[in-house]
Protein backbone atom coordinates (compact mmCIF):
# COMPACT_ATOMS: atom_id res chain seq x y z
CA UNK A 1 0.00 0.00 0.00
CA UNK A 2 0.73 3.64 -0.38
CA UNK A 3 3.14 4.85 2.19
CA UNK A 4 3.51 9.35 2.60
CA UNK A 5 6.35 10.76 5.05
CA UNK A 6 6.08 13.96 5.67
CA UNK A 7 8.86 16.51 7.05
CA UNK A 8 8.61 18.44 9.21
CA UNK A 9 6.77 17.58 12.00
CA UNK A 10 6.74 21.21 13.54
CA UNK A 11 8.01 24.53 12.02
CA UNK A 12 8.15 28.10 13.34
CA UNK A 13 8.54 31.15 11.67
CA UNK A 14 8.25 34.49 11.62
CA UNK A 15 5.20 36.49 10.51
CA UNK A 16 5.73 37.38 6.56
CA UNK A 17 8.32 34.68 5.79
CA UNK A 18 8.21 31.84 3.82
CA UNK A 19 7.11 28.34 5.25
CA UNK A 20 7.78 24.66 3.56
CA UNK A 21 6.49 21.30 4.03
CA UNK A 22 7.99 18.38 2.31
CA UNK A 23 6.07 14.71 1.36
CA UNK A 24 7.63 11.89 -0.20
CA UNK A 25 5.32 8.84 -1.43
CA UNK A 26 5.73 5.10 -2.40
CA UNK A 27 3.38 4.01 -4.52
CA UNK A 28 4.47 5.62 -8.40
CA UNK A 29 0.63 4.74 -9.70
CA UNK A 30 -0.69 7.55 -7.46
CA UNK A 31 -1.73 10.78 -8.90
CA UNK A 32 -3.66 12.75 -6.87
CA UNK A 33 -2.20 15.10 -3.70
CA UNK A 34 -4.17 16.80 -1.61
CA UNK A 35 -3.26 19.06 1.40
CA UNK A 36 -5.29 19.46 4.02
CA UNK A 37 -5.01 21.87 6.95
CA UNK A 38 -6.69 21.59 10.66
CA UNK A 39 -6.95 24.14 12.75
CA UNK A 40 -6.62 23.68 16.30
CA UNK A 41 -9.98 22.42 17.92
CA UNK A 42 -11.74 22.30 14.00
CA UNK A 43 -11.88 19.49 10.97
CA UNK A 44 -9.66 19.24 8.25
CA UNK A 45 -10.16 21.14 4.73
CA UNK A 46 -8.43 20.75 1.42
CA UNK A 47 -6.51 24.04 0.99
CA UNK A 48 -4.96 22.59 -1.99
CA UNK A 49 -4.26 19.82 -4.34
CA UNK A 50 -2.88 18.65 -7.22
CA UNK A 51 -2.88 15.67 -9.92
CA UNK A 52 0.17 14.41 -12.05
CA UNK A 53 -0.27 15.98 -15.02
CA UNK A 54 1.05 19.14 -13.57
CA UNK A 55 4.51 19.91 -11.70
CA UNK A 56 2.98 23.28 -9.72
CA UNK A 57 -0.38 24.47 -9.04
CA UNK A 58 -0.43 27.87 -7.00
CA UNK A 59 -3.42 29.90 -5.30
CA UNK A 60 -2.53 33.31 -3.88
CA UNK A 61 0.17 32.57 -1.03
CA UNK A 62 -0.02 29.00 -1.41
CA UNK A 63 1.29 26.89 -4.02
CA UNK A 64 2.43 23.13 -4.27
CA UNK A 65 5.29 21.74 -6.53
CA UNK A 66 5.30 18.14 -7.95
CA UNK A 67 7.96 15.13 -8.76
CA UNK A 68 6.77 12.08 -9.85
CA UNK A 69 10.01 10.92 -10.86
CA UNK A 70 11.56 11.45 -7.17
CA UNK A 71 7.85 10.62 -5.43
CA UNK A 72 8.17 14.21 -3.43
CA UNK A 73 5.67 16.88 -3.25
CA UNK A 74 5.96 20.42 -1.05
CA UNK A 75 4.01 23.03 0.01
CA UNK A 76 5.27 26.72 -0.20
CA UNK A 77 3.29 28.89 1.53
CA UNK A 78 4.92 32.38 1.24
CA UNK A 79 4.16 36.13 3.33
CA UNK A 80 3.01 33.68 6.34
CA UNK A 81 0.75 34.93 8.68
CA UNK A 82 -0.62 34.45 12.06
CA UNK A 83 -3.61 32.95 10.75
CA UNK A 84 -1.65 30.28 8.94
CA UNK A 85 -0.59 28.33 12.29
CA UNK A 86 -2.16 24.99 11.71
CA UNK A 87 -1.32 21.60 11.20
CA UNK A 88 -1.22 20.34 7.61
CA UNK A 89 -1.35 16.89 5.99
CA UNK A 90 -0.47 16.11 2.87
CA UNK A 91 -2.06 12.83 1.32
CA UNK A 92 -1.43 10.86 -1.52
CA UNK A 93 -3.94 8.67 -3.91
CA UNK A 94 -3.91 5.28 -2.36
CA UNK A 95 -3.59 2.11 -4.85
CA UNK A 96 -5.83 -0.12 -5.37
CA UNK A 97 -7.86 1.62 -7.87
CA UNK A 98 -10.20 3.03 -4.45
CA UNK A 99 -10.85 6.77 -4.29
CA UNK A 100 -8.83 6.40 -0.87
CA UNK A 101 -5.63 8.24 0.38
CA UNK A 102 -2.92 8.14 2.27
CA UNK A 103 -2.26 10.96 5.06
CA UNK A 104 1.07 12.15 5.96
CA UNK A 105 1.78 12.14 9.48
CA UNK A 106 1.27 16.30 9.87
CA UNK A 107 3.17 19.41 10.27
CA UNK A 108 2.68 21.40 12.90
CA UNK A 109 2.75 25.30 11.56
CA UNK A 110 3.68 28.20 13.98
CA UNK A 111 3.76 31.90 12.41
CA UNK A 112 5.41 34.30 15.28
CA UNK A 113 3.97 37.79 15.23
CA UNK B 1 -25.91 23.35 2.05
CA UNK B 2 -25.53 21.09 5.05
CA UNK B 3 -21.78 19.79 5.75
CA UNK B 4 -21.49 16.43 7.68
CA UNK B 5 -22.53 16.06 10.70
CA UNK B 6 -21.33 13.71 13.64
CA UNK B 7 -23.27 12.52 16.72
CA UNK B 8 -22.43 12.34 19.13
CA UNK B 9 -20.13 15.77 19.52
CA UNK B 10 -18.68 13.94 22.80
CA UNK B 11 -18.96 10.65 24.45
CA UNK B 12 -17.47 9.63 27.69
CA UNK B 13 -18.06 5.45 28.50
CA UNK B 14 -16.73 3.54 31.31
CA UNK B 15 -13.93 1.28 30.15
CA UNK B 16 -15.93 -2.44 28.13
CA UNK B 17 -18.85 -0.71 27.78
CA UNK B 18 -19.87 -0.66 23.84
CA UNK B 19 -20.16 2.41 21.86
CA UNK B 20 -22.15 3.73 18.68
CA UNK B 21 -20.52 6.57 16.94
CA UNK B 22 -23.24 8.36 13.72
CA UNK B 23 -22.11 10.07 10.59
CA UNK B 24 -24.48 11.70 8.05
CA UNK B 25 -22.45 12.89 4.95
CA UNK B 26 -23.58 15.54 2.67
CA UNK B 27 -26.74 14.18 0.65
CA UNK B 28 -25.47 13.12 -3.00
CA UNK B 29 -21.63 12.03 -2.22
CA UNK B 30 -21.48 7.91 -2.19
CA UNK B 31 -17.63 7.80 -1.00
CA UNK B 32 -17.68 7.63 2.86
CA UNK B 33 -14.86 7.64 5.35
CA UNK B 34 -13.96 7.16 9.36
CA UNK B 35 -10.63 8.48 10.78
CA UNK B 36 -9.04 8.17 14.19
CA UNK B 37 -6.69 11.17 15.25
CA UNK B 38 -5.63 10.96 18.49
CA UNK B 39 -4.30 13.47 20.90
CA UNK B 40 -2.05 16.10 18.41
CA UNK B 41 -1.44 12.85 16.20
CA UNK B 42 -2.06 12.22 12.17
CA UNK B 43 -5.31 11.04 10.78
CA UNK B 44 -5.53 7.19 10.85
CA UNK B 45 -7.50 5.41 8.48
CA UNK B 46 -10.13 3.24 9.68
CA UNK B 47 -13.11 2.16 6.78
CA UNK B 48 -13.90 3.31 3.54
CA UNK B 49 -17.34 2.93 1.70
CA UNK B 50 -18.07 3.38 -2.15
CA UNK B 51 -21.97 3.22 -2.95
CA UNK B 52 -22.88 -0.62 -3.36
CA UNK B 53 -19.26 -1.78 -3.03
CA UNK B 54 -17.95 -4.04 -0.57
CA UNK B 55 -16.45 -1.82 2.01
CA UNK B 56 -12.50 -1.31 2.27
CA UNK B 57 -11.85 -2.12 6.04
CA UNK B 58 -8.17 -2.24 6.24
CA UNK B 59 -7.67 0.05 8.75
CA UNK B 60 -9.60 -1.21 11.59
CA UNK B 61 -7.77 -2.05 14.18
CA UNK B 62 -9.30 -4.42 15.46
CA UNK B 63 -12.28 -6.96 15.59
CA UNK B 64 -14.07 -4.69 18.34
CA UNK B 65 -14.75 -2.25 15.66
CA UNK B 66 -17.20 -2.59 12.89
CA UNK B 67 -19.00 -0.06 10.90
CA UNK B 68 -21.87 -0.25 8.67
CA UNK B 69 -23.61 2.73 6.24
CA UNK B 70 -27.69 2.13 5.27
CA UNK B 71 -28.79 2.88 2.42
CA UNK B 72 -25.78 4.39 1.13
CA UNK B 73 -25.99 7.55 3.33
CA UNK B 74 -25.94 7.18 7.25
CA UNK B 75 -23.14 5.42 8.73
CA UNK B 76 -22.88 4.29 12.14
CA UNK B 77 -19.08 3.12 13.49
CA UNK B 78 -19.45 0.77 16.77
CA UNK B 79 -16.68 0.21 18.86
CA UNK B 80 -17.48 -3.13 21.48
CA UNK B 81 -15.92 -3.87 24.67
CA UNK B 82 -14.08 -0.10 24.73
CA UNK B 83 -10.34 0.12 26.16
CA UNK B 84 -8.23 3.13 27.46
CA UNK B 85 -6.91 3.21 24.08
CA UNK B 86 -9.80 3.88 22.02
CA UNK B 87 -9.64 7.13 23.52
CA UNK B 88 -9.62 9.85 20.47
CA UNK B 89 -11.11 12.03 18.05
CA UNK B 90 -13.38 9.67 15.46
CA UNK B 91 -13.53 11.89 12.20
CA UNK B 92 -16.22 11.13 9.07
CA UNK B 93 -15.62 12.92 5.70
CA UNK B 94 -17.40 12.33 2.08
CA UNK B 95 -16.71 12.94 -1.13
CA UNK B 96 -18.46 12.75 -3.98
CA UNK B 97 -18.20 9.59 -6.41
CA UNK B 98 -16.09 9.21 -9.58
CA UNK B 99 -12.29 10.56 -9.93
CA UNK B 100 -11.11 11.19 -6.35
CA UNK B 101 -11.93 14.23 -5.06
CA UNK B 102 -11.77 16.48 -1.66
CA UNK B 103 -13.25 14.94 1.06
CA UNK B 104 -15.43 17.02 3.76
CA UNK B 105 -15.19 15.98 7.07
CA UNK B 106 -17.44 16.15 9.78
CA UNK B 107 -16.71 18.23 13.32
CA UNK B 108 -15.77 14.72 14.94
CA UNK B 109 -16.79 12.77 17.95
CA UNK B 110 -14.55 13.17 20.49
CA UNK B 111 -14.73 9.70 22.68
CA UNK B 112 -13.43 9.56 26.52
CA UNK B 113 -13.16 5.88 27.31
CA UNK B 114 -12.57 6.18 31.52
Known amino acids: GENVEQHPSTLSVQEGDSAVIKCTYS??????FPWYKQELGKRPQLIIDIRSNVGEKKDQRIAVTLNKTAKHFSLHITETQPEDSAVYFCAAESSGGYQKVTFGTGTKLQVIP | GAGVSQSPSNKVTEKGKDVELRCDPI?????LYWYRQSLGQGLEFLIY????????KSGLPSDRFSAERTGGSVSTLTIQRTQQEDSAVYLC????????????FGPGTRLTVT
Open chain 2, 93 to 104: ASSRAGTIYEQY
Open chain 2, 27 to 31: SGHTA
Open chain 1, 27 to 32: DSASNY
Open chain 2, 49 to 56: FQGNSAPD
